[in-house]
């Protein structure tokens, strides 16, 4: 039982910032690293940023400069800080957990999503 909830989105012009965050709850031994994804309408889901236990972070080609994966000391909260945002950013943004190989513990585990709109 691990739950991931995002909070965050929002509706803001180019060039704003906007920080997302992820909150983990349940069996949180059971999460391993952290990262990012985004999907927008016609397009295939894909992995903006990731960052590891050993605090190594890595980004998608798009988004270097821009965007900052963190994670917090107690390992259960996650943020991404998105500045410059252009309209191409426009996207539900989904927080992902990679699941430990203990016992009882999923593959990987998904929030609902959380929306960002960039639009003049």
């Known amino acids: 039982q691990v739950q991931l909830v995002e909070s965050g989105g929002g509706l803001l012009q180019p060039g704003g910032s906007l920080r997302l965050s992820c909150a983990a709850s349940?069996?949180?031994?059971?999460?391993?690293?952290m990262d990012w994804y985004r999907q927008a309408p016609g397009k295939e889901r894909e992995l903006v940023a990731a960052?590891?236990?050993?605090?190594?972070?890595r980004y998608t080609e798009s988004v270097k400069g821009r965007f900052t994966i963190s994670r917090d000391s107690a390992k259960n909260t996650l943020h991404l800080q998105m500045n410059a945002l252009k309209p191409e950013d426009t996207a539900l943004y989904y927080c992902?957990?990679?699941?430990?190989?203990?016992?009882?513990?999923?593959?990987?585990?998904w929030g609902q999503g959380t929306q960002v709109t960039v639009s003049s």
């Open positions: 992902h957990a990679d699941g430990t190989l203990w016992v009882n513990c999923e593959h990987d585990y």
């Open positions: 349940g069996d949180t031994i059971c999460i391993s690293a």
């Open positions: 960052v590891l236990n050993n605090g190594t972070t």
